[in-house]
């Protein structure tokens, strides 16, 4: 028997001005995608922008409906918006936001399990870790440095299949 400790590590950043262009650049993105949420039953808004290795930013929004499972996150909106436009093109960094006029979020937002499972496959499959960078409506800023950081242990296709 032996105890193992997993570490994780993020950058916190007091405010915008900390970060560096890229990274701020997609965060205003992301804020962009607050925009097109559809979200009447939550009034929760999720804004994510997905930088491809090519350049290219696609966004995502919450989807949401009157029969609730069916609606979608803005993460995974984002990263099948990306698999559909640009094939094989590796995602290489993600930003997300929030906004709700109900109160204000002045921490970092953080995805839910399913998209942190959707990311991580997504980093495993293209053999090259996505950049995550998290806020609320305001405030502080987080960046993780692979999307394994928000899922230390996971559920992936070789647990699908029989090993011995
Ligand atoms: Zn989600």
Redesign the pocket.
């Known amino acids: 028997m032996k105890d193992i400790e997993i570490k994780v590590q993020l950058r916190e950043y007091e405010s915008e001005q900390e970060m560096n262009s890229e990274d701020l650049s997609l965060l205003l993105k992301a804020r962009e995608a607050l925009s097109y949420s559809y979200s009447p039953y939550s009034n929760f808004k ?1 804004g994510a922008a997905a930088l491809l290795r090519n350049g290219e930013i696609i966004l995502g929004s ?1 989807q949401e409906n009157a029969s609730f499972p069916a609606g ?5 909106s984002a990263i099948y918006n990306a698999a559909h436009q640009f094939k094989g093109i590796p995602l290489i960094k993600m930003a997300i936001t929030v906004f709700t006029d109900d109160f204000e979020v002045s921490s970092p937002i953080a ?6 499972q ?1 990311l991580l496959e997504t980093e495993l499959q293209q053999d090259q870790e996505i950049e995550i960078i998290l806020q609320g409506s305001k405030g502080k800023i987080y960046t993780l440095s692979s999307a394994r950081s928000l899922l230390p242990i996971y559920f992936f296709e070789k647990g699908l299949k029989k090993t011995n």
């Open positions: 999720v919450n979608i996150c803005a993460e995974r995805p839910c399990g399913v998209c942190r959707v």
